[in-house]
């Protein structure tokens, strides 16, 4: 059996040492701010957070790109080079196109490398959701799967992701085009957060406003509490677009209120935060289908 590459994307999240400790790299997307085109790289050597984050909070605009499919192109025929079959956790395909243009190349270096695979998975995530499914896959990988069966028990438990995310308003997934349903469901009310989550889709979507900032929060993690299966063995992910003192209390919330494995606080990256905005926490763990959300 070939060994196996896990790779993901820019969306996933993935911080530098949860990557070094599974194993996984990624392939980089790029943000554009006045013009320049810069990498999105989760180790924010171009930029800070919070000059990110700044620069969204005084209006403005923040723009993505895909992965290229030259970085595609470099990335796999690397790995085959080398003798890997590879397998990709890509951002949900609502979001990007980048498992496309992705499954494109690979099918591609297939013909010219005898007996190599790549399998591109839609994660039909974003964020630590996709990032989650990378690690996954990085566990399996370990535990001696092949590529194909990776392949399979990944994108089994896709649809197990919960995410539960609290904005401070909507306009920059709006804006992005990153949140569906959202123009009726959230209005103009003063001090309403939305509560957002990832469909059997890949879609985000609203499904609650809650009055104030505090019990967004305290609703993010009821809703986590409610949806988790074995958190016992689960690490529980806190992502946050710029908002750390939050964000750790919000760990705490779960700590004190979910017997989990552990907790994990981390930035959301420059992709997932020029869509969805300074100042968000979003919640990720392992849990109940999340079909229960079809529109």
């Known amino acids: 059996m070939r060994p196996i590459k896990i790779m993901t994307d820019s969306c996933s999240d993935l911080p530098k040492d949860l990557r070094e400790k599974y194993g996984i790299e990624y392939f980089k997307m790029n943000t554009v701010r006045d ?16 000059e990110l984050y700044d620069t969204i909070r005084d209006g403005n605009r923040v723009t993505t790109t ?14 085959l080079e080398q003798g890997f079959d590879v397998v990709y956790v890509a951002c949900a395909s609502k979001m990007s196109g980048s498992v496309l243009t992705g499954s494109h190349v690979a099918e591609k270096l297939e013909k010219e490398f005898d007996g190599a695979k790549i399998y591109c998975i839609d994660s ?11 690690i996954k896959a990085a566990e399996l990988r370990d535990e001696g799967k092949t590529a194909k069966q990776i392949f399979d028990e990944v994108s089994a438990v896709r649809n197990n992701v919960n995410q ?6 909507l306009n920059a997934l709006r804006a992005a085009g990153r949140v569906t349903g959202s123009s009726a469901f959230f209005g103009n ?4 957060k939305p509560i957002i989550v990832s469909d059997k889709t890949g879609n985000n979507i609203p499904i609650k406003k809650v009055k104030g900032r505090v019990n967004s929060i305290e609703e993010i993690v009821n809703l986590t509490a409610e949806a988790i299966e074995n958190p016992e063995e689960q690490t529980i992910y806190v ?42 926490l979003a919640i990720f763990s ?10």
């Open 35 to 50: 013009g320049k085109q810069t990498p999105a790289s989760l180790d924010w050597e171009y930029f800070s957070p919070s």
């Open 66 to 79: 895909q992965v290229p499919e030259t970085e595609f192109e470099r990335g796999f025929r690397e790995a």
């Open 124 to 134: 039909l995530n974003a964020c630590m959701g996709e990032g989650m499914l990378a």
């Open 164 to 169: 539960f995310v609290t904005v401070h308003n």
């Open 189 to 192: 009310l003063l001090g309403v």
């Open 239 to 280: 992502f946050h677009s710029d908002c750390a003192e939050e964000a750790e209390e919000t760990a705490k919330l779960l700590r004190e209120k979910i017997n989990c494995k552990d907790t994990y606080v981390g930035y959301i990256g420059p992709i997932i935060g020029a869509s969805i905005g300074a100042d968000a």
């Open 286 to 295: 392992f849990g109940k289908n999340v079909e229960r959300f079809s529109q």
